[in-house]
């Protein structure tokens, strides 16, 4: 994968897997009423790695921001890539990720751990946790598009400041014709003196 796929690819990932497990954890707030009954069923389908998962999707999201900054301060930037795309464009996109995310999670929980993958069904978990990928991609579109045009209208003013000239000269226009004041020489006012008349 070259660098430049891999900076456009790193911030859906990122923003993608929070998506992912706000939207998983969503579900169960939801689906199962009741911390008590709740923790037993977290238990029972592994996820017992949660703690782990959250610093590693903390880690990934960093770096998907940290790649969109990198992309954007790149020496290929130009004034024309300074485009950022639609919100609805990277919300279908991770709305595809994080359903597909969410699907594999919820399977390799089970499968596991023993687990029966009917249990996906129970409580309407699955339902809602597909529910809330949709809303999780829409809020983390949102708020991966705004963040990438902060970043683009920063540089913008980055480089139009360094590509000012220190000093401008200043050039003053007239509105009107310059006068010229011509000195009127009178006959016999200037010029060498002849010898008076005896």
């Known amino acids: 994968m070259t ?39 977290l238990a029972q389908t592994g996820h017992s790695y949660w703690q782990f998962v959250l610093k590693v999707v903390a880690l990934m999201a960093t770096v998907g921001l940290g790649a969109v900054v990198a992309r954007r301060t790149g020496r290929r930037w130009q004034t024309d890539s300074s485009r950022v795309e639609r919100w609805s464009f990277v919300a279908t996109r991770l709305i595809v990720l994080q359903v597909i995310g969410f699907c594999g999670m919820e399977t390799a929980e089970r499968v596991a751990v023993g687990a029966p993958l009917s249990g996906m069904f129970a409580h309407r978990l699955l339902l809602l946790g597909l529910a809330f990928q949709v809303l999780t991609a829409v809020v983390g579109a949102l708020l991966l598009t705004g963040f990438e045009r902060g970043v683009v209208r920063v540089v913008r003013a980055l480089r139009g400041r360094r590509r000012r000239p220190a000093a401008v000269a200043e050039v003053i226009r007239v509105p009107f014709r310059p006068v010229v004041i011509r000195r009127l020489v009178v006959a016999g006012a200037a010029g060498p003196r002849s010898p008076p008349r005896s």
């Open 3 to 41: 660098r430049s796929r891999t900076l456009r690819w790193a911030p859906l990932a990122g923003i993608g897997s929070v998506g992912v497990m706000a939207g998983h954890w969503l579900a169960y707030v939801a689906g199962v009423s009741g911390s008590g009954l709740r923790s037993e069923i």
